[in-house]
Nanobody, 124 residues
Framework: QVQLVQSGGGLVRPGGSLRLSCAAS????????IGWFRQAPGKEREGVSC????????TYADSVKGRFTISRDNAENTVYLQMNSLKPEDTAVYYC?????????????????WGQGTQVTVSS
């Protein structure tokens, strides 16, 4: 089964940029639909973005459309989340999640495998 290791994140000023990485081991990442999720203090986890394993199509939460970009590099076995024009309300712990290829659930709703999470703080 796949293991996911995240990197990136940190403290950035409003309007700044960060890139999160989600690197896979144990299996080939292009078999998996991958999502990015976030959870702010006192709030429920929310889906941020999703990239399909079948056709590479992407979806975004309305709150991040036009600012965030999800991509995958199959040669590096890694999925990225490029975050631009960051706002204080983007502050959260971000997680990547992978759907088992045999999962019957809709894409990026209940991942079977999770990264360890990384803190993103947007503050002046």
């Amino acid at each position: 089964q796949v293991q996911l290791v995240q990197s990136g994140g940190g403290l950035v000023r409003p309007g700044g940029s960060l890139r999160l990485s989600c690197a896979a081991s144990g299996d080939t990442l292009d078999y998996y639909t991958i999502g990015w999720f976030r959870q702010a203090p006192g709030k429920e986890r929310e889906g941020v973005s999703c990239i399909s394993s079948t056709d590479g199509s992407t979806t975004y939460a309305d709150s991040v459309k036009g600012r965030f970009t999800i991509s995958r590099d199959n040669a590096e076995n890694t999925v990225y989340l490029q975050m631009n024009s960051l706002k204080p309300e983007d502050t959260a712990v971000y997680y990547c999640g992978a759907d088992d290829p045999e999962s019957p659930t809709p894409p990026c709703t209940l991942p079977d495998f999770w990264g360890q999470g990384t803190q993103v703080t947007v503050s002046s």
